[in-house]
């Protein structure tokens, strides 16, 4: 059984697109503090199940606990206010604004405070994704590092409590890879909730305690990264992946 302390707890989530079933009965459970890693092959419904749990979409079937308490009839604005925050597999921030901009648009909308009070917030998120020094930039200037920075501090921003990452990883130069590790890892020991959708698989696995895997919308593996990683189930899923996606 569950446990009733965990920070998020989806049980029997099911999605479907017409005839095409893109979740399918999806149940786990994570404790504060944690961070869930999520694997599978192209189109195994990762992102579905991301927009599931943000409140983006509505699952045909199943039910959501965040802190203990039921949040599947909230919308995606009332769970961003309780602590829910996604990051984007494509960057999307305001091209046009300047990065202390983008970083107090998050902070602000997200809890439904003043700029005035969001300022302090977007300074410190900021400053934890070393971006502060870019702080006047505008963010459409910014390379890819920085974008995934960007993508990152306006999250923390929100000052979540659970916080989604879907493909961050992806593109960067295996310095460049190292510093996010790092910044993900220091997110994580403040004591945020973790879920990181993730094909750099080397990325993935020097963060999460857990790791889930998915295919054609099910969850067919969940448990230590090791065990998955060494499972029948999951070599079949990821043979003839890019070896550069799978190097440790
Ligand atoms: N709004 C939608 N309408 C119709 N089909 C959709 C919709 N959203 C997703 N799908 C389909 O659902 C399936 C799962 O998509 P999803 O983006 O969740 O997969 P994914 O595991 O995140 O894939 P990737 O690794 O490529 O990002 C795909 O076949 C996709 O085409």
């Known amino acids: 059984m569950m446990q009733s302390t965990a920070a998020i707890e989806a049980t029997g989530l099911s999605k479907s697109y017409g005839a095409l079933a893109v979740t399918r009965d999806v149940s786990f459970a994570l404790e504060p503090g944690c961070a869930l890693g999520i694997i599978g092959p ?3 419904g990762k992102t579905t199940l991301f927009n599931l749990l943000t409140g983006a979409v509505r699952p045909d079937a199943g039910s959501i ?9 909230t919308d995606a604005r009332a769970r961003c206010r309780m602590g829910i925050s996604r990051s984007f597999q494509v ?23 003043s700029e005035q ?11 934890r994704t070393g971006l502060w020094p870019k702080t006047a930039k505008k963010a459409g200037e910014l390379g890819l590092l920085d974008r995934k920075r960007l993508e990152l501090a306006r999250a923390i921003a929100t000052a979540p409590k659970l916080l989604l990452l879907d493909e961050i990883a992806g593109g960067l130069t295996d310095a460049e890879c190292v510093e996010l590790i790092q910044l993900i ?11 990181w959708i993730e094909h ?20 067919i593996a969940e448990g230590e990264p090791r065990d998955i990683m060494q499972s029948p189930e999951v070599a079949a899923i990821y043979l003839g992946l890019d070896g550069e996606n799978t190097h440790a």
Do not use: C, W, Y
């Open 42 to 44: 192209n189109g195994a």
């Open 65 to 73: 606990r965040f802190a203990g308490k039921d949040i599947s009839p």
């Open 91 to 113: 960057p999307q921030p305001f091209s046009g604004l300047t990065v202390f901009e983008n970083a107090l648009v998050a902070a602000t909308f997200a809890q439904g405070i």
């Open 117 to 127: 009070a969001a300022r302090p917030q977007a300074e410190d998120a900021l400053r």
């Open 185 to 195: 890892r220091s997110i994580k020991e403040s004591g945020v909730t973790i879920i």
């Open 200 to 219: 750099v698989l080397h990325a993935l696995l020097s963060i999460v305690d857990r790791v889930m895997v998915l295919d054609f919308g099910q969850k």
